[in-house]
């Protein structure tokens, strides 16, 4: 069976060229000859060999300056050169091995010998030329990647900024949606139809409801992008705030609240953190029960604390559990809202360190949870 590498044995004498042919044919390898260095030169510039056997003392051009070509030549530089030599004296071989062999070999040949460290050097050489090919096909993929991501994070900007401005710019309008429907209820309260009020306010809700999803589109920008430094909560009065926030909608709820007057620190970014308690005890305030009982309550352990809200509601099967923290994904069907608001909880959760999920049984309502490292 044919080898695949190529040997060049160069040498001026025939019979140790021939002794070497033989027997390196008989151990399949595909063998080139050179009666001197210049024709090894020739040689190695179209054939190429994978290693080379090189005569010291030749006529015209010796080993060592035929050796000093090739290793000077780009093309040939990395082709292993083994040197026969005759000679014994340590300084001959050290200059051997300082011109860039990776070996030699003493006359008379020992063939045994010869073939151990060819298939020593050539076991290295292939090595290495694999090692250069991955590295290349390495440099380029990372090439394609660094283009990519370039390409990727100049159109992530392009939307970044399109999204920003899309939503600035429909907030004024919106707003003044708003201003007019409200102002046009009591403007003209006894001069407007039964249907007119119904139109005007739904006019109205739904300019609310696009300003909410324009605000949360916002945050959930900001919170991809911004960069925060967590510092201890007083998560008492962020509560506090978020309840206020929503005071309108408690009532309008007839909701209840049941809240802990235990409050571990934590760290975090209040900021954030107020929207996390938003989004919470909105989705509590929607799905629980009628009229909705809402239960706050924290649990620490030596790292954490997990920070909860349950609500009286229906509850959610294991399927739907599990795809509450997803973009654009509603509790209930039946319930409008563009499903952002868990979606920004996780990002913010996660981005400060701590984690979110739900917990649920049909029947028994539902159990929102998140945590955050416990200040130091």
């Known amino acids: 069976m044919p080898n695949s590498n190529t040997i060049l044995i160069v040498d001026d004498i025939p019979e140790n060229i021939s002794t070497l042919f033989d027997f390196l044919d008989a151990n399949n390898f595909e063998v080139l000859v050179a009666r001197d260095g210049l024709t090894a030169l020739e040689i190695t510039e179209y054939e190429r060999p994978d290693l080379i056997l090189l005569d010291v003392m030749m006529p015209g051009l010796s080993g060592f300056e035929t050796c000093e070509h090739l290793k000077a030549n780009i093309d040939t530089k990395d082709i292993p050169v083994i040197f026969m030599t005759a000679l014994s004296e340590t300084l001959d071989k050290v200059k051997g091995l300082s011109l860039g062999a990776v070996d030699y070999v003493t006359k008379p040949i020992q063939q045994e010998e010869v073939l151990a460290r060819i298939n020593t050097h050539l076991t290295v050489y292939n090595l290495q030329q694999q090692l250069k090919l991955k590295n290349v096909e390495l440099k380029l993929k990372n090439n394609e990647l660094k283009l990519k991501n370039n390409e990727l994070e100049i159109k992530n900007n392009e939307l970044d900024t399109f999204s920003h401005t899309v939503a600035h710019d429909l907030k004024n309008p919106l707003a003044n949606l708003i201003s007019l429907s409200d102002l046009l209820m009591e403007e003209l309260s006894d001069d407007v139809s039964e249907q007119g009020h119904i139109c005007l306010q739904h006019i109205l809700n739904s300019s609310q409801k696009m300003v909410s999803i324009v605000n949360a589109l ?159």
């Open 218 to 376: 916002l945050l959930l920008a900001k919170v991809s992008k911004q960069e925060v430094k967590s510092t201890p909560l007083d998560m008492q009065d962020i509560v506090y705030k978020a309840t206020q926030r929503l005071d309108l909608m408690i009532q309008q709820y007839q909701a209840e609240l049941v809240i802990t007057d235990k409050w571990p620190i934590t760290l975090g970014y209040a900021e954030w953190i107020e929207e996390v308690w938003v989004n919470y005890l909105t989705n509590g305030l929607k799905y629980g029960g009628k009229p909705p009982r809402l239960e706050i309550g924290t649990v620490e352990d030596d790292n954490t604390v997990c920070f909860w809200i349950k609500d009286n509601g229906s509850g959610l099967e294991q399927e739907s559990i599990d795809k509450l923290f997803t973009q654009f994904t509603r509790l209930h069907a039946s319930v409008e809202g563009h499903g952002l608001g868990l979606s920004i909880v996780r990002h913010i959760i996660e981005k400060l360190g701590g984690e979110v999920g739900a917990k649920s049984k049909l029947g028994a309502g539902c159990l929102f949870y998140f945590t955050l490292p416990k200040a130091i």
